[in-house]
């Protein structure tokens, strides 16, 4: 069992950071986890262009030792070039675990086969995760997926016995149809028959918003741990009161961070992430603005910080904004 399986034997129950692209970025990620979050998980990115070494997709999955337990999320419908993939990730990054989406919804995704795609071809979804797990031998392999193509082929078990079967160590299981995409409720009720069907930790997933939510989920189903993807967009401290919560503290609601403490965690987000790609103060900032926006829901003045965000160009035209506001 490796150090990162470990972490399911503590009898806590680990927070991860659902995978989200275009939100999930080395920044994001080093904020959840100084709130508490337990595993991290890169955006997903394609077997293919990994191979190819192309560099956009190689600074996508990079990730700081501090980061760590860390996973590197990858996609494709080709076993061999997902193995190939996967080695390749073993041998540079050391990830301590490689995750395969099999639930992506995105149509460039299923037309390919892959993400959710999977989900109408057990066979081959099976064959995928044999390969990969052969391909590294000296990291954890799990999966994230769906509960089925649509609502008249719910798969979820029969996938979730071949996976363990195939070698994946931990399966996260996104309570939806592909069909769904993110409309309607996840269904806690299958991921809770996912979990009597297998051994291996089954991590829970979907409509975490808050700690209350996830302790009942946690109660209701067995599940070994909790992903929680857009309630922590812009709430990176739910991390800390859903520990708070797990750990019987009354008080979970406690930490509620006040509007300054919002906006000043926003400012700090937007310089780790600027630097993530070399921007000084003077640089444009606008292709990370969108991922700012999730910081002003719910705050007094968000609204207008919102609307005004779309003027900033540099890292000082956003320190000003928020100083004013
Ligand atoms: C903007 C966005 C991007 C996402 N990107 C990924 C991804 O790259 N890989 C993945 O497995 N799931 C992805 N997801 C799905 C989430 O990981 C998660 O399964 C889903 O949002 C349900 O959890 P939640 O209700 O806690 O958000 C994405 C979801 C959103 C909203």
Same mark, same amino acid.
């Given at each position: 069992?490796?150090? =990162?399986?470990?972490? =399911?034997?503590?009898?806590?129950?680990?927070?991860?950071? /659902?995978?989200?692209?275009? =939100?999930? %970025?080395?920044?994001?990620?080093?904020?959840?986890?100084? *709130? !508490?979050?337990?595993?991290?998980?890169?955006?997903?990115?394609?077997?293919?262009?990994?191979?190819?070494?192309?560099?956009?997709?190689?600074? %996508?999955?990079?990730?700081?030792?501090?980061?760590?337990?860390?996973?590197?999320?990858?996609?494709?419908?080709?076993?061999?070039?997902?193995? +190939?993939?996967?080695?390749?990730?073993?041998?540079?990054?050391? $990830?301590?675990?490689?995750?395969?989406?099999?639930?992506?919804?995105?149509?460039?995704?299923?037309?390919?086969? @892959? #993400?959710?795609?999977?989900?109408?071809?057990?066979?081959?979804?099976?064959?995928?995760?044999?390969?990969?797990?052969?391909?590294?031998?000296?990291?954890?392999?799990?999966?994230?997926?769906?509960?089925?193509?649509?609502? *008249?082929? =719910?798969?979820?078990?029969?996938?979730?016995?071949?996976?363990?079967? /195939?070698?994946?160590?931990?399966?996260?299981?996104?309570?939806?149809?592909? @069909?769904?995409?993110?409309? !309607?409720?996840?269904?806690?009720?299958?991921?809770?028959?996912?979990? +009597?069907?297998?051994?291996?930790?089954?991590?829970?997933?979907?409509?975490?918003? %808050?700690?209350?939510?996830?302790?009942?989920?946690?109660?209701?189903? #067995?599940?070994? !741990?909790?992903?929680?993807?857009?309630?922590?967009?812009?709430?990176?401290?739910?991390?800390?009161?859903?520990?708070?919560?797990?750990?019987?503290?009354?008080?979970?609601?406690?930490?509620?961070?006040?509007?300054?403490?919002?906006?000043?965690?926003?400012?700090?987000?937007?310089?780790?992430?600027?630097?993530?790609?070399?921007?000084?103060?003077?640089?444009?900032?606008?292709?990370?603005?969108?991922?700012?926006? $999730?910081?002003?829901?719910?705050?007094?003045? !968000?609204?207008?910080?919102?609307?005004?965000? @779309?003027?900033?160009?540099?890292?000082? %035209?956003?320190?000003?904004?928020?100083?004013?506001?």
């Amino acid at each position: 069992m490796s150090r =990162f399986e470990e972490i =399911f034997r503590t009898g806590e129950i680990p927070l991860y950071l /659902a995978p989200m692209s275009g =939100f999930t %970025d080395i920044a994001f990620r080093e904020l959840c986890k100084e *709130h !508490g979050a337990d595993v991290l998980v890169s955006e997903f990115v394609q077997s293919e262009p990994l191979i190819r070494g192309r560099e956009r997709t190689w600074r %996508d999955v990079d990730f700081t030792p501090g980061q760590r337990p860390m996973g590197i999320q990858i996609f494709g419908a080709n076993p061999d070039s997902m193995a +190939r993939a996967a080695a390749l990730l073993e041998n540079r990054l050391y $990830p301590d675990f490689i995750d395969i989406n099999f639930g992506c919804p995105a149509r460039k995704v299923v037309e390919q086969n @892959a #993400g959710s795609g999977l989900l109408k071809d057990l066979p081959l979804l099976e064959k995928v995760a044999r390969a990969v797990v052969s391909a590294v031998p000296a990291t954890s392999v799990t999966a994230k997926m769906r509960l089925g193509w649509d609502s *008249h082929a =719910f798969v979820h078990i029969e996938a979730a016995k071949r996976l363990e079967g /195939a070698g994946v160590r931990v399966l996260a299981v996104h309570g939806r149809t592909k @069909a769904q995409g993110y409309s !309607g409720e996840a269904d806690w009720e299958k991921i809770a028959e996912v979990v +009597r069907a297998v051994q291996i930790p089954v991590v829970g997933n979907g409509d975490i918003r %808050d700690a209350e939510t996830a302790l009942r989920r946690v109660r209701e189903t #067995g599940v070994s !741990g909790l992903m929680i993807g857009r309630g922590a967009l812009g709430k990176p401290w739910l991390f800390s009161q859903i520990k708070n919560a797990l750990s019987g503290n009354a008080e979970s609601g406690a930490e509620t961070p006040t509007t300054e403490a919002v906006f000043s965690t926003l400012l700090r987000y937007a310089e780790t992430l600027a630097k993530t790609r070399g921007d000084a103060g003077t640089q444009n900032i606008r292709w990370l603005l969108a991922r700012l926006h $999730p910081f002003t829901y719910g705050v007094v003045g !968000g609204k207008r910080v919102r609307a005004e965000l @779309a003027s900033c160009t540099t890292l000082d %035209d956003l320190r000003r904004l928020l100083e004013k506001n």
